[in-house]
């Protein structure tokens, strides 16, 4: 019985390993593409240094290809302007536009890293990376790094609407020093009172988002995106 599940196992790193890039990537998206819209209930949790914002509960609206709004009872949201890569679906809009690499599989973890480089050397992304659960085609990681507001990082965590290709928890981590704020918003920034940070957590900022429930395909107006 051992043996049989050795052999098995094996089938199915060969499998996982055998699929080129450009394969692994169109399963992802065919999970994605499930997915024509969503509201989605939740909180989240913003730590930026710079910034105090307390625990929010949050509704998230998502419409294809690439409509996305986060509304926070408290009012207005820090929120990066990379954050709108937190349903995923930008990232895949447009792989015709990327030359796809393999990176292997990832030391510890077993999933595997496709990195997605531009043909077009003039856009913002300058590179993507993917780090892919083979077996149920969901990204996990990924690391994007863009001209204008540095490299961001997301993380995902997948449970009963991982057949979405939808995430129960997203961390969103991005470099404070290369954002650029947008003009006429302000916030309630930190006087300098509370003991001092370490340099290093000061030039990360982390949004967390926990989903408590989403509603899938039911239609989302476009006056919600306004």
Do not use: C
Request: hydrophobic share 40%; proline share 3%.
């Amino acid at each position: 019985m051992r043996t049989i599940l050795s052999i098995a196992l094996a089938v199915l790193y060969i499998h996982a390993t055998a699929q080129t890039p450009e394969a692994l990537v169109q399963r992802v998206k065919a999970k994605l593409a499930q997915v024509n819209d969503y509201e989605a209930k939740g909180t989240m949790k913003t730590n930026v240094a710079f910034i105090k914002a307390p625990i929010a509960t949050v509704k998230v609206y998502y419409k294809k290809p690439d409509k996305l709004r986060i509304n926070n009872e408290s009012g207005l949201s820090f929120i990066p302007k990379g954050s709108v890569n937190i349903n995923l679906n930008n990232i895949f809009l447009n792989t015709a536009g990327f030359d796809m690499i393999d990176g292997g599989m990832e030391t510890g973890t077993k999933l595997r890293i496709i990195k997605l480089l531009p043909k077009e050397e003039n856009g913002d992304v300058v590179l993507s990376t993917l780090y892919i659960d083979t077996s149920a085609a969901l990204v996990k990681k990924a690391r994007t790094t863009t001209r204008e507001n540095g490299t961001y990082e997301l993380e995902m965590t997948y449970g009963k609407y991982a057949a979405w290709g939808l995430a129960d928890k997203v961390i969103f981590t991005f470099n404070t020093k290369d954002y650029k704020l947008p003009k006429g918003v302000t916030f309630d920034y930190d006087d300098g009172s509370k003991k001092e940070e370490s340099k290093t957590d000061r030039k990360k900022g982390r949004v967390e988002i926990v989903y408590s429930s989403y509603i899938i395909n039911k239609g989302v107006a476009d006056s919600v995106f306004r």
